[in-house]
C-alpha cells in the first residue's frame, strides 16, 4: 500500500514542478540529475521513496533527447529504489507530431516514446493536450490527458471580447477549436492551412467562415516556428478581423518565432507555462502566461485519492 504522496522534478522546468507543490502544499522532493563530463546522466533521490506514490515532472523541452534521458533514468531509479508507484507527469510530450506513418520509410516515434516510458518502469503518465488524441492508445499503462483548453475559454470570456470567433488554425485543430467556441458561445472560423514537405513551413490561401468587424482567437495547440499563426494573424486581418489575439498550448518558441510574432500584427499572444519561457522573451507583442500547475496539482492529488480526474472538466 502507498504510504504517502511524493512529487519530484528533473532539471527542464523546475519552477514549474515547485508551482505545483505549492499548489499541493508540500515540498519538492530532494533528487540530484546530473551529467558526468561524458555526458552520461546520473539520477539519485535523496529520501526515502520506498512503497510511496512518487510523481516525477519533468516536461520533454529542449534540449529534448536529454530530458526524455533524465526522466527514463529518473523512472528507473525509483522503480529500482521500490517506490510503490511511479507516474510520469509530463506537460509536454515530445515527438507528438510523429504519431501516424503518412510517408514511406518514416518512424511513429511517439509510440517508441511510449514504450521507452513503460520500459522503463512507468505505471501510468500523466499530460496535457497531446497533439494527437491517438497518442493515448499508443500506451499499455494509464494514461490521464488533461486539457488546458477551458482556461483559455475562461480567459478570454473575462477579457471582455465582444462577439468573438475562435479561429482554428488548421482542419485537423477544428474539433478542439470548436469545443473552445462552445464554451464562450461563439462562432468557428478554420485556416486553410498546407505543408508541401517536412520544413514546417505552412501557407494559408484562406479563411472558411465570417471574420470581417470580429475579435478573432487563433489557438492552436503548440507553435514552433510560428510561421502557422503568423499567416493565419494576416489572412485574418487581410479579411477584415478588428483584433487578432493568438493563443497556443504549448509555447515551443523555435528558430526565430519570437522575431516573428513579435513582428506580427496581434493584440496579444496567451500561453501556458507548459514548456518554460524566460521573461522578457518578447518586446513588442503583449503576452499573458496562464498556469496549468494547479491543474496538474489536481489531478496529481485525484490520482492519489482515487478520485476521477476527468471531473476535473465536468
Known amino acids: ?99 501516424k506513418k503518412d510517408q514511406p520509410r518514416v518512424p511513429i516515434s511517439a509510440r517508441l516514446i511510449a514504450n521507452f516510458l513503460e520500459v522503463a518502469g512507468a505505471d501510468r503518465v500523466l499530460t496535457v493536450d497531446l497533439h494527437a488524441g491517438q497518442i493515448q492508445g499508443f500506451f499499455n499503462i494509464p494514461l490521464d490527458e488533461l486539457t488546458a483548453y477551458p482556461l483559455f475559454a475562461e480567459y478570454f470570456r473575462s477579457s471582455g471580447l465582444e462577439r468573438p470567433v475562435v479561429v482554428a488554425t488548421d482542419v485537423g485543430g477544428a474539433k478542439s477549436a470548436a469545443k473552445m467556441a462552445n464554451r464562450l458561445g461563439s462562432d468557428l472560423a478554420i485556416v486553410d492551412k498546407r505543408r508541401t514537405d517536412n520544413s514546417e513551413q505552412a501557407t494559408g490561401s484562406r479563411v472558411i467562415g465570417d471574420v470581417r468587424d470580429r475579435e478573432c482567437i487563433v489557438i492552436d495547440d503548440e507553435i514552433l516556428t510560428g510561421g502557422t499563426v503568423a499567416v493565419a494573424a494576416r489572412l485574418l486581418r487581410e479579411r477584415g478581423a478588428r483584433s487578432v489575439h493568438l493563443a497556443c498550448i504549448h509555447p515551443l518558441f523555435t528558430q526565430g518565432a519570437v522575431e516573428l510574432l513579435d513582428a506580427a500584427d496581434v493584440e496579444e499572444l496567451v500561453f501556458t507555462d507548459s514548456v518554460p519561457v524566460p521573461e522578457g522573451t518578447f518586446r513588442r507583442v503583449s503576452t499573458r502566461v496562464i498556469s496549468i500547475a494547479p491543474l496538474i496539482g489536481d489531478a496529481i492529488h485525484r490520482i492519489h485519492t482515487g478520485e476521477s480526474v476527468g471531473a476535473l472538466f465536468s
Do not use: W
Open 1 to 99: 500500500m502507498n504510504r504517502g504522496i511524493a512529487v519530484f522534478s528533473g532539471n527542464a522546468n523546475r519552477p514549474f514542478a515547485e508551482a505545483v507543490c505549492r499548489h499541493l502544499e508540500m515540498p519538492l522532493g530532494g533528487c540530484d540529475v546530473f551529467e558526468f563530463s561524458n555526458e552520461n546522466i546520473f539520477v539519485s533521490f535523496s529520501e526515502n521513496i520506498r512503497e510511496r506514490d512518487v510523481f516525477l515532472v519533468q516536461p520533454v523541452v529542449s534540449p529534448v533527447n536529454t530530458r526524455l534521458m533524465e526522466l527514463l533514468i529518473m523512472i528507473d531509479a525509483a522503480k529500482r529504489a521500490s517506490a510503490g508507484r511511479i507516474t510520469a507527469v509530463i506537460p509536454y510530450y515530445a515527438y507528438g507530431r510523429s504519431d
